[in-house]
Nanobody, 115 residues
Framework: QVQLVESGGGLVQAGGSLRLSCAASGSIFRYSTMGWYRQAPGKQRELVATLARDGNANYLDSVKGRFTISGDNARTTAFLQMNSLKPEDTAIYYC?????????WGQGTQVTVSS
């Protein structure tokens, strides 16, 4: 059974940076597009960024220019570099495949941005 383990979250002041990691127990991202998602309190989970196998990356409008998605060469680990963080980025961040969520959600990693 594939497991997704997110890490790297924390408490940071507005304007700060964090780098999130997502380790997959299998090489799921070799054959699928990587996706980072987030869920803020009281809101639905939303897609933040994707990285296709051909290297094409796409971002939620509100994070464009601030977040960068990447993966290791083996595509077993996904990363999300988050710069210029804003309080509205506060959420639990998850990784999974996209457009179809093929695997059970991991526990996520909490990102809290203080103003």
């Amino acid at each position: 059974q594939v497991q997704l383990v997110e890490s790297g979250g924390g408490l940071v002041q507005a304007g700060g940076s964090l780098r999130l990691s997502c380790a997959a127990s299998g090489s799921i991202f070799r054959y699928s597009t990587m996706g980072w998602y987030r869920q803020a309190p009281g809101k639905q989970r939303e897609l933040v960024a994707t990285l296709a196998r051909d290297g094409n990356a796409n971002y939620l409008d509100s994070v464009k220019g601030r977040f960068t998605i990447s993966g290791d060469n083996a595509r077993t680990t996904a990363f999300l570099q988050m710069n210029s963080l804003k309080p509205e980025d506060t959420a639990i961040y998850y990784c999974n495949t996209w457009p179809n969520v093929l695997y059970s959600w991991g526990q996520g990693t909490q990102v809290t941005v203080s103003s």
